[in-house]
């Protein structure tokens, strides 16, 4: 391994670094000061965040299993940018009582799955794909129970865990099928051996599978709202953001780089998936009275709006999902930020729990909206353009019976995220939650998503990068 | 910076300043001063535009700014203006800042309505200077989402079931529209070369016919939404019931013409063809929208309401007007959105005043207030007139255009549908009579009424800026009229380069 190797490797080796020094840290902290690690742990993930954007060399490595492109490194980028806002934001949480024994292991398994998912983006081989993936997930169903005193965060983890390992079955059984009839793993070798046989759309429709259980698509969907309900408010912040935006972007990758044969076949497949996903998420979203199952149905619909930038297998496309994501990123950190601030305070997570907050806690009320805005694409703020791109971009391959049925989900969408708007602002309660005093981590991490959200929509700078390094079939 | 910029700059400074400011007192005259400066700056704008056009430019649009914004997607922040947009421009500034003082005893929340409200606005302004179309979407959504806000905190009566069906059914409009947009721009490049967004850009190239029968019927229903056509103007009513005062005021005076604004801007402009073949199902309509409006009116009992259906009437009329398709009923379409505009907001003005006094908004429980408030009755009285069409005040001068262009077709069709029309007239007389017959004169029925006391100050200015207005298209037209005619000129020559009349 030479030095330009480990350039090439800088986000993986960097957050493997952090890891293993905040592990080292934990034998040599004074029990009586744990706290201090969080600041330590954010100032140095703050770090390698600003460290992620230096130019980095393109290469590739372990004969084409890991590669690195210009592309690859901006979605990485963007997931470490989500995670600091994550980490920010978990940090009054974590000041808790009932969490000082396990701080440090909460960064650690975090940030091994932000390496897995790191991997899993680069990787140039199924394999080492699937091991990316895994080191994505499991350590994220430790996170879900990371009360392990509550039964519903216990029952998460054990879900998320079955769940995981069900899909992955899934997945490997496609795999072995591609395997089988085309003698490599390769990502290269296998888009030019793919021939469109039964057996190969076969295992296609397995590893399509295996990728919707992670991405949360209906039918595939079922895991989602229960696990989110169950685990730790940021837990479920970073499933529904993180998690699911690393899936999403090597989900688009191998599609379009591997998969470019049988394009009309997984058209079809996200057609009626898109469709099923945006609507049933939806509806079920309306009757929700738990906000983090609310979100929960939210986000399966957002993976609905998603689909419609994969279907058109063009650079628009592609450039819509990512920039999409980073809306989404910010947009609905905001959101879960508000309902995490309010659940530390209150241990209050209902709809209901909400009537008449803008008496007491404007600034929060404000936020909020903000941000259920922004997932609902009302303009000015962020969604409304990531949305409006998605659209154009299954509207410039002509699937505008796709896109009417999208538009009007937008609709059913804002009516239930005018529901919160209507508890906080419209609905006057004698019992308001009491004002809220967060702390400065918390500022900061609702601040980073405002500013995000009003920003990403207006700088065009962004979206054309993105939209520089993307690539259609 | 340009002067179209500034309107959308000035009330984004206006809420900027709104909320540095503490007590109510100075929540108001900062919103007062705001609108003032944009009042006066729309009043520049006319000035600018016509003696620009009397210096001989003859470009279609004036003032015209391009920004490269998403330059893969070569959307532009492009703006610009012709006479229509001028008028609607100063239409929308007059409204503003009489609603402005309408809601001076707005006391709750005060500070949230005025931001609502100018946000609003904000919306409005920038839909009306926008050329591209991308632009024009965004800020035709901004326009409409504060409405939520504005029904259902300040609003009365079932204002949280009006809200949600006013923000979902508005909405679901702009869904329309949004695909229709996208259709446009996809196939804004026939010959290959960019896609573009921009409306004159657009407006050089014929779309293909396939593509508009699609996207016609989209964007014209998504843009007949806002204006209230038949089946889908049933958010009017409930909604202008439920509305604070300056919010009726705003959105029957000026957001319901962003509806007939974009439908002939964007559907009719930009695509003749198909405009031209489905028009007869528009008319229909239309004209189902004008008499059903005006029979909804006879019936209903509360002030609101009654003007609500009016003004489902009135903008039925502009959308029958702009699927006419001819430079007469086109002009007439643009006289009666100002017209309507200012009467309308004039009647919600009047509405709102009076029902702070007797907090009643049924007829039958008032009577004979032209004894006790003279003024305000005085000028419901005005604002009636020019609903019904009075020679002399604005509604006369906007109707008749627009049934003189209708009647320009000559075929059995066209006839039958402008008859229907123009029976209407006949029961905007009905209703209008009715109401000031039953409120205004006889005895009084309410004892308590009996002291109320007549206009303050603040109401003095929202309503004489309003009659004013109306006054002065109705006895000169001619300068309205003028400077929409030749703004017209080339939607009309692109209807009749596409050889349908």
Known sequence: MSSSNFLIMRHELLLTAVALIILIAEIFSDPKKKHSIISFTLILFGVITAAGFL??????????????TAGKLLMKNILNVGVLIILIQSADWLRKDENADKIHEYFILLISTVIGMNFMISSGHFLMFYIGLELATIPIAALAAYDRYKNQSAEAGIKLIMISAFSSGILLYGLSMIYGTTGTLYFNEVADLFQNNNLQVLGFIFFFTGMAFKLSIVPFHLWTADVYEGAPINVTSYLSVISKGAAAFIFIIILFTVFPVITETWQKAIYVTAILTMTIGNLFAIRQQNLKRFLAFSSI?????????FIGGNQLGMASVIYYILVYIFSNLGAFGVVLVISNATNKENINDYNGLYQTNPGLSLIMTLALFSLAGIPPVAGFFGKFFLFAAAAEKGFYILVLIAVLNTIISLYYYLLIVKAMFLTRSETPIEKVNSGFYTKLGLGLCVAGIFVIGFASILFEIIRNISYGI | MDILTLFVVIPVLTITGILFVKDIKQVRIVAAIGMGIQLILAAVLVFM???????????????????LWFKSLNIHYAIGVDGISVAMIALTSIVVFAGIFASWEVEFLTKEFFISLILLATGVFGFFISIDLFTMFLFYELAVIPMYLLI????SGPKEYSAMKLTLMLMGGSALILLGLLGIYFNSAPDGGQFTFNILEISKITIPVSAQRLFFPLTFIGFGILGALFPFHTWSPDGHASAPTAVSMLHAGVLMK????????VAIFLMPEAASELN??????TSISVVYGAFGAIVQKDLKYI?????VSHCGLVLFAVLMMNQTALNGAVIQMISHGLMTALFFALIGMIYGRTHTRIINEMGGLMKIIPFLSVAYVIAGLASLGLPGLSGFVAEMTIFVGAFQHTDTFHRVVTIVAVSSIVITAVYILRVVAILLLGPVKDEHHAHLTDAKWYEKVSVITLIGSVAGIGLAPFWLSTMIGKSLQPIVNKILAAGLF
């Open chain 1, 55 to 68: 130019p980095s060399p393109e290469g590739s490595m372990f004969g084409g299993m890991y590669n690195s």
């Open chain 1, 301 to 309: 619909s957002q993976a609905g709006y998603l689909l419609l930038g």
């Open chain 2, 49 to 67: 535009y016509l003696s620009a056009r009397k210096a001989g430019v003859n470009d279609e649009m004036l003032f015209i700014k391009d920004y």
């Open chain 2, 152 to 155: 259902g905190i300040w609003g």
């Open chain 2, 258 to 265: 962003l509806g007939g604004y974009g439908a002939f801007r």
């Open chain 2, 280 to 285: 007869w199902i528009f008319i229909i309509l």
């Open chain 2, 307 to 311: 003007n609500a259906y009016s003004s």
